[in-house]
Each structure stands twice: as C-alpha cells, then as structure tokens.
C-alpha cells in the first residue's frame, strides 16, 4: 500500500473504522455509539494518520468486512494485516483466531492448548481483548470455558459479540438467547 490513512464505512451494524499503512491495515475499529464516536476513537488510536478516501486493496477489505456482518460466511484471511509492534504470542493468537470459521466458535482453553499449553487460556484472553484488527481477527468467535459467551471489549461489551456471532448464524446457548 502506497498510502497511509484512516476511514470510516457503514455496516450493518453500524460505522466501523479501518487504518492502513505500508505494509498493509494496522487497525480496524468495531463501531461505537454512533459514527463521530467511531470517528474520535480512530482519532484517538491512530492520530499520525489523516481521514482520507481509502486505496483500492482497502476498499476491498471494507467490502469483505461488510459482508461479513451482512452475515456472508468469509473468513477474512486474504486482507493483509500490519503485525509490526504487535507481540510473538499475539500473533500466534491471533493467527488461530483467523482459522476459525465464520458461525463457529472455539474457547480461550482451546487456543492455548493449540499454543502447546492450556495454562495460557488468561493470556490468550488478554491479547483478544487487546485485539486491534476486530473483526478481521475474530475475538467475537472465542468463548470462555464451557462455551460461556464471556466479555468482549468492543462497544456494547458481550452483547455486541452475541450479535456478531448471531449474524453468522452461531446458536446461541439458552442462557444468550434473551440478548437478540
């Protein structure tokens, strides 16, 4: 990528944000409560960077992402994502999170076991809540122990992760259902 910049788009759940660099997308950003909420949290995140129109790669990776929260079952993997500062254990992480499909979920156990150790389920946690690259890494498919739907760090916390995977046509468990 030629360019580096930010800009908003619309979705079907409401106006999300995506960043770019050289070596591609440094950060995309779930919606806040309304689009200059959004606008001041990219601001906020990435203020070396200017709102611009985006190149064409970004383009298409807006478009990827808008399909996806129509509820189109794409896993994101060809969006080319910027991993410089980011630590070897969350990328390893986030790696794993990437492989899981659209409409599944896995849990924080099951990715540390995946790391080579299960005590590394809080850790596993913590980076998918630092997670920057949301949905494109997609946090909102790891649950907690037992398939507890547990917390997520987007705006409108758990309940914006039950829509999201409600979208991709994950069931809830009886104990969510009350949250669509």
């Known amino acids: 990528m030629s360019t580096t910049g930010f800009a908003l788009f619309a979705t079907a759940i ?9 070596r591609g997308i440094v950060g ?4 806040e409560s309304d689009e200059g909420a959004t606008r001041h949290r990219m601001a906020r995140r ?12 970004v383009h298409r990776a807006t478009s990827a992402i808008c399909a996806l929260l129509d509820g189109e079952p794409l896993d994101l993997l060809e969006i080319e994502l910027d991993l410089e500062g980011v630590s070897d ?9 990437r492989r899981i499909p659209p409409g599944r979920t896995r849990t924080y156990g099951d990715i540390a ?6 005590g590394l389920a809080r850790a596993v946690g ?3 809540g630092l997670n920057p690259f949301a949905p494109v890494v997609p946090c909102h498919r790891v649950l907690a122990a037992g398939g507890k739907w547990g917390g997520f760090s987007a705006h409108g ?3 914006s992760k039950l829509r999201m995977l409600a979208i991709e046509g994950a069931r809830p468990d009886s104990d969510t259902e009350s949250l669509f």
């Not at 995309?28 to 919606?31: E, G, M, T």
């Not at 076991?113 to 299960?118: N, R, S």
């Open 14 to 22: 409401g106006a999300c944000g995506i960043a770019w660099g050289p």
């Open 28 to 31: 995309v950003q779930l919606p």
């Open 46 to 57: 990435f203020p070396q960077l200017q709102e611009i129109e985006p190149p064409p790669e």
């Open 89 to 97: 254990l969350h990328r390893h992480v986030y790696a794993i999170a």
């Open 113 to 118: 076991a995946e790391l080579g150790d299960k």
């Open 126 to 128: 913590q980076a998918l």
């Open 157 to 159: 916390g758990a309940a």
